[in-house]
């Protein structure tokens, strides 16, 4: 079956831009995770829905970060005025949302890269 | 706050070799533990996962992994390692008591030689 989606596989913009990164979950789970990943290093948390709402958000590393999932599926990551270090992977999850029971379910990525 | 370090960057083996890959978390309540894989060019991918019982669990293609509560570690196991197996491996912690905020170790990259 279909897994999970991100759209664009690859971004490249200028800093001070305003980009959006998209991801569509497998249908049906309502848990829906977004981390980012830079080289040599491993994911690291940025916000975590469970359903239509931000459950936890406590890795999003400045207010230049927002995301929403407005109708409990798909998802997108928006980021404003972009910076050189927010070049990196940003990598999507899902997962049927029984809390604490979770197997997730990556995405391939979006490769973002700020000039 | 919760961390996850990994005892090795990148680990070469040659084919039918052993492997074991540390993990260890700096959490000391309840938690959920992960091994993931990422194989070149594609997404990260559940190896096996451990939320309560036997602490030596066993995943997909050979892998084991146990759980040391007392070392706070969750090492990655297989006897027989094959070129296949060359790939990122991820340890991943879930803290019960921080929600859903799952955090990775480092990663380490396993090359295994034909």
């Known amino acids: 079956g279909a897994g999970v989606s991100q759209t664009p596989s690859n971004k490249v913009t200028e800093k001070g831009k305003y980009v959006e990164l998209r991801c569509d979950p497998i249908?049906?789970?309502?848990?829906l995770y977004w981390y980012r990943q830079s080289l040599g290093q491993g994911p690291e948390f940025l916000i975590y829905f469970q359903g239509t709402g931000a459950a936890d958000d406590s890795g999003l590393p400045n207010d230049r970060f927002f995301a929403v999932r407005p109708e409990g599926s798909v998802s997108t990551l928006k980021i404003q005025r972009t910076e050189r270090g927010d070049s990196a992977v940003y990598l999507c999850?899902?997962?049927?949302?029984?809390?604490?029971?979770?197997?997730?379910?990556f995405g391939p990525g979006t490769r973002l890269t700020v000039l | 706050a919760q961390s996850v370090s990994q005892h090795n960057h990148h680990v070469i083996l040659s084919e039918a070799a052993s492997l074991e890959l540390g993990c260890n978390y700096s959490y000391g309540g309840t938690v959920n533990l992960f091994w993931y894989v990422q194989y070149p060019g594609q997404h990260l991918q559940l190896l096996l996962k451990y939320f309560s019982g036997d602490p030596l669990v066993k995943g997909i293609k050979g892998f084991e992994a146990e759980f040391i509560k007392s070392k706070f570690s969750f090492n990655l196991r297989k006897p027989s390692v094959q070129w296949s197996d060359t790939a990122e491996y991820f340890c991943a912690v879930n803290a019960l008591n921080y929600g859903q905020n799952f955090v990775f170790g480092p990663g380490t990259r396993l090359s295994v030689l034909p």
């Open positions: 249908s049906g789970h309502t848990a």
């Open positions: 999850a899902s997962s049927p949302g029984l809390p604490n029971t979770d197997t997730q379910y």
